[in-house]
Nanobody, 121 residues
Framework: QVQLVESGGGLVQAGGSLRLSCRASGTTFSIRAMAWHRQISENQREMVAAIDSGGKTVYIDSVQGRFTISRDNAKNTVYLQMNNLKPTDTAVYYC???????????????WGQGTQVIVSA
C-alpha cells in the first residue's frame, strides 16, 4: 500500500517562499506519477502541478512561473518549490501518487494527509 507523508507547510508573508516535500513508501516510486493539489473550498480540490516518471511537468496557470515540481527518485520524494507566494495560495496542500498521469484523480490513486500553507498579506 502506498503511503505518502507531506511536510514543509507553514506561515509565510506574501512574496516569500516555501518548499513542500512528500515522501512515498510502499511502492516503486520512480515509475509513478506524482502531483500536488490544494483544497480551495470544502468540496473542491485543484491540481496545482504534476510530474510523470520521465520528469515531464504540468502546472495550472495561476502558479506557472512561481511554483516548481520536482522529484528525487533516490529519496522517494517529490517537492513543490513555491516562490513569490500570494495570499490566494493559502490552502491545505495534498500530495497524490498514481500509476500514471492518466490515473491521477482516480480512485486508484493514493493521497497524503495534507500540509497547511498560510500566506499573510
Amino acid at each position: 500500500q502506498v503511503q505518502l507523508v507531506e511536510s514543509g507547510g507553514g506561515l509565510v508573508q506574501a512574496g516569500g517562499s516555501l518548499r513542500l516535500s512528500c515522501r512515498a513508501s510502499g511502492t516503486t516510486f520512480s515509475i509513478r506519477a506524482m502531483a500536488w493539489h490544494r483544497q480551495i473550498s470544502e468540496n473542491q480540490r485543484e491540481m496545482v502541478a504534476a510530474i510523470d516518471s520521465g520528469g515531464k511537468t504540468v502546472y495550472i496557470d495561476s502558479v506557472q512561473g512561481r511554483f516548481t515540481i520536482s522529484r528525487d527518485n533516490a529519496k522517494n520524494t517529490v517537492y513543490l518549490q513555491m516562490n513569490n507566494l500570494k495570499p490566494t495560495d493559502t490552502a491545505v496542500y495534498y500530495c497524490e501518487s498514481a500509476e500514471s498521469m492518466k490515473r491521477l484523480r482516480t480512485p486508484s490513486a493514493s493521497w497524503g494527509q495534507g500540509t497547511q500553507v498560510i500566506v499573510s498579506a
